[in-house]
T-cell receptor, first 111, second 108 residues
């Protein structure tokens, strides 16, 4: 079966712009989580959606937001981009608490 | 501050040697997961351990979950260059929290 698909793979944006990242989970998985990965901080939890509802949220500013659609596809949005937002953004889908399948990520560079 | 502390941070060994990676926390988890990540890709799930004291073996990899469900270890026997990567432990409570990772390099 198809894995988790994240688009785009690479993105370069300018400070102050906004960006939208997309994630298509494994078919049948209703939980989608987003993570930010940087060399200094490692994998940091952003938020989790389940059946179109945000179930958990990490400690990120309100510039980071997300949503989930009825087909379980999810998007995350970052507004007013800062240089420090440069990172690998990972999406993971899960059908249970016993394992997450990650996408290949979106590499965001803010210049 | 990481909820899960992994050690060592870096590990470089010769092919054929054994290695152990540790994952410790003061928190109790409903399950603990181990992932391996290669550069430019997302983490790939290796195993999930659920029961305190549980030991799981996958070929040359042995995973152990502590009795109190607060810590875990990953042991690789006779490491191969293909084992090179970033090993991450992650604990599940109401969300999945990751350790900082252990970068393993196996030299041929």
């Amino acid at each position: 079966k198809a894995g988790v698909t994240q688009t785009p793979r690479y993105l370069i944006k300018t400070r102050g712009q906004q960006v939208t990242l997309s994630c298509s989970p494994i078919s049948g998985h209703r939980s989608v989580s987003w993570y930010q990965q940087t060399p200094g901080q490692g994998l940091q939890f952003l938020f989790e959606y389940f059946s179109e509802t945000q179930r958990n949220k990490g400690n990120f500013p309100g510039r980071f937001s997300g949503r989930q659609f009825s087909n379980s596809r999810s998007e995350m949005n970052v507004s007013t981009l800062e240089l420090g937002d440069s990172a690998l953004y990972l999406c993971a889908s899960s059908g249970s608490n016993y394992g997450y399948t990650f996408g290949s990520g979106t590499r965001l560079t803010v210049v | 501050t990481q909820l899960l502390e992994q050690s060592p941070q870096f590990l470089s060994i010769q092919e054929g040697e054994n290695l152990t990676v540790y994952c410790n926390s003061s928190s109790v988890f409903s399950s603990l997961q181990w992932y391996r990540q290669e550069p430019g890709e997302g983490p790939v799930l290796l195993v999930t351990v659920v029961t305190g004291g549980e030991v799981k073996k996958l070929k040359r990899l042995t995973f152990q979950f502590g009795d109190a469900r607060k810590d875990s270890s990953l042991h690789i026997t006779a490491a191969q260059p293909g084992d090179t990567g970033l090993y991450l432990c992650a604990g599940a409570q109401n969300k999945l929290s990751f350790g900082a990772g252990t970068t393993v390099t196996v030299r041929a």
